[in-house]
């Protein structure tokens, strides 16, 4: 395989407040593996406080360039367990490599991925659309000027329950919120029942990720069902998340790909978990990418595309909040080469 990557830089269309902090950019590693004159792509977006900068996913392919063009690809999953080993402290790099090769293979293969996956597209969940940390009447105006039928928001700092309210006064429309871990088991307790009152779908992340045993304690009270983010990072943290969370947030970038993430769809369900597969800003690459998973799971956050002003790939559509697959080979994206 031949393989060229560049680190491109997309503003948002607002600054993108959470609580662990405020971006105008995303910065996105993105990756070309070419076999023979077909091309698969794929991508991982920087993200600060996962401590992976798109520098770090570049060197580092750099370094090892030789070992990956000479692997001979039979098949993704294959690809994943080799890269897995290659750069075991680089998730965000066997991402953006693990995405690129099964766009390949669905394109050698000449079927969407969502075939290979035995996925039903009539299945697909509603995406939301997120709304920044921001006061109320900012956030209010970003609901106005983008009517959307399920939105998060974001929360994690003080004056979330005003703001919610504020927000609920105006919009009919259904809310999920997302703390990224930014309360306490005091705010975690006050701020539920308050929730639960305003009709919110699910509470994402309320506590921080290392606090094990509140969220056990949070889980036996909660009138709303909590779903895991930073706290189910990679496949050996979906045990674990089933006896603090009602469900997980599978993210590709921070899981290692489209390989890992299938399995711990598989592995959630035997537990009985609800699953949601989430975005971290990509592009219409990785956007496509969690589209084609998106009919295994019961909640999708996907709306990256939709909160960046300029997407240089084309082909992922919205409609009716939904994402549309195309049977179209592999992602079914339109990226040019790079050169």
């Known amino acids: 395989m031949n393989i060229r990557h ?13 609580s662990k902090g405020t971006k105008t950019h995303q910065r996105i590693f993105q990756v070309e593996l070419e076999w ?3 091309r698969g792509y794929g991508e991982a977006p920087e993200i600060a406080y996962y401590n992976i900068p798109a520098a770090t996913m570049q060197s580092d392919l750099e370094n090892k360039l030789k070992f990956v063009e000479n692997f001979a690809l039979t098949t993704p999953d294959r690809f994943w367990h080799f890269l897995h080993h290659l750069f ?3 998730p965000f790099l066997v991402c953006a490599l693990d995405i690129a090769a099964w766009d ?38 970003k609901i106005v000027d983008n009517p959307w039928p399920v939105y998060k928001i974001k929360v994690g700092t003080a004056g979330d329950i005003e703001r919610l309210r504020d927000l609920r006064t105006r919009t009919n429309a259904v809310l999920r919120v997302d703390a990224n871990g930014g309360w306490t088991m005091y705010d975690a307790e006050n701020n539920l029942g308050h929730l639960s009152e305003m009709g919110i779908e699910l509470v994402e992340q309320p506590l921080s990720k290392e606090d094990w045993e509140g969220i056990k304690k949070l889980k036996a009270i909660s009138p709303l069902p909590l779903f895991a983010d930073e706290s189910c990072v990679t496949e050996s943290d979906v045990g674990k998340c089933s006896e603090g ?3 997980i947030n599978i993210k590709l970038t921070k899981c290692s790909g489209i390989t890992p993430a299938k399995r711990m769809i598989t592995e959630a369900r035997s ?4 699953i949601m597969i989430g975005c971290m800003n990509e592009s219409a690459i990785g956007t496509a990418a969690i589209a084609h998973l998106g009919p295994l799971v019961d909640y999708l956050d996907a709306d990256g595309p939709l909160l960046l002003k300029d997407d240089p790939v084309e082909g992922l559509k919205y409609i009716e909040a939904k994402l549309q697959l195309v049977p179209a080979p592999g992602l079914g994206v339109n990226v040019d080469p790079f050169y």
């Open 6 to 18: 560049r680190i491109i830089e997309l503003p948002f269309h607002y600054p993108f407040t959470i």
């Open 36 to 38: 023979r004159g077909t």
């Open 88 to 90: 075991p402290s680089n």
């Open 104 to 141: 390949l293979y669905g394109k050698l293969m000449r079927k969407p991925l969502y075939q290979l996956f035995s996925a039903d597209p009539s299945e697909m969940p509603v995406t939301d659309y997120t709304i920044g940390i921001a006061d109320s009447e900012a956030m209010i105006q």
């Open 245 to 247: 969370f009602h469900g």
């Open 271 to 274: 537990l009985g978990l609800k």
